[in-house]
């Protein structure tokens, strides 16, 4: 069964503090997306990747980071948290002329 | 500005009865769309497609329908079971690009 993995579901942490959030999938997906989900705002995109060492910059990079140095690991990157990037982070892959396989998402909270 | 939108944030219905629930988008590129089904504190799972080429698909309970000249998809849930009771994203995407997500729908099935 296709999996993408998010290694943490709840996460607490502290306004300026660098934080990584991992997300791993089995499926030798190309493509793979970072989104945010807010209420009401609904899923936006924040970085996506279409290979090993590839990013690019989705609706809402600011603030953000990536890293794809493995084909099966694609990291969010949070230079200096801030109170705005409290949100539930999810991580899909994909695989072309399919749609996205997304984990199980990542609460963040910034205090 | 969005490309996907949903305009109703809720809907409530009866067990039993029918759940439509509304999809618009302005891209006239898009050629695949998704509907997707998330609990609070999962990621969004997949629920059904539709390619361009169709203006319906059904699996089970669920049909999906694509009026392109109206740019406009629905999803139907016949029967509503209680268990439906989730936020359900549209979303839709150019071939082979990023998908592009409404802001969700809160379906709530009354016993």
Not at chain 1, 57 to 62: H, L, N, R
Not at chain 2, 62 to 84: C, E, R, W, Y
Request: aromatic share 12%; charged share 25%.
């Amino acid at each position: 069964d296709v999996k993408v993995t998010q290694s943490s579901r709840y996460l607490v942490k502290r306004t300026g503090e660098k934080v990584f959030l991992e997300c791993v999938q089995d499926m030798d997906h190309e493509n793979m997306f970072w989104y945010r989900q807010d209420p009401g705002l609904g899923l936006r995109l924040i970085y996506f990747s279409y290979d090993v060492k590839m990013k690019e910059k989705g609706d809402i990079p600011e603030g953000y980071s990536v890293s794809r140095e493995k084909k099966e690991r694609f990291s969010l990157i949070l230079e200096s948290a801030s109170t705005n990037q409290t949100s539930m982070y999810l991580c899909a892959s994909r695989d072309l002329g399919d749609g996205y396989t997304f984990g199980s998402g990542t609460r963040l909270t910034v205090v | 500005d969005q490309q996907v939108k949903q305009n109703s944030p809720s809907l409530s219905v009866q067990e039993g009865r029918i759940s439509i629930l509304n999809c618009d988008y302005t891209n006239s590129m898009f050629d695949y769309f998704l509907w997707y089904k998330k609990y609070p504190a999962e990621g969004p799972t997949f629920l059904i497609s539709i390619s361009s080429i169709k203006d319906k698909n059904e699996d089970g309970r669920f049909t999906v329908f694509l009026n392109k000249s109206a740019k406009h998809l629905s999803l139907h849930i016949v029967p509503s079971q209680p268990g439906d009771s989730a936020v359900y994203f549209c979303a839709a995407s150019e071939p082979g690009n990023q998908f592009y997500f409404g802001t969700g729908t809160s379906l709530t099935v009354i016993p």
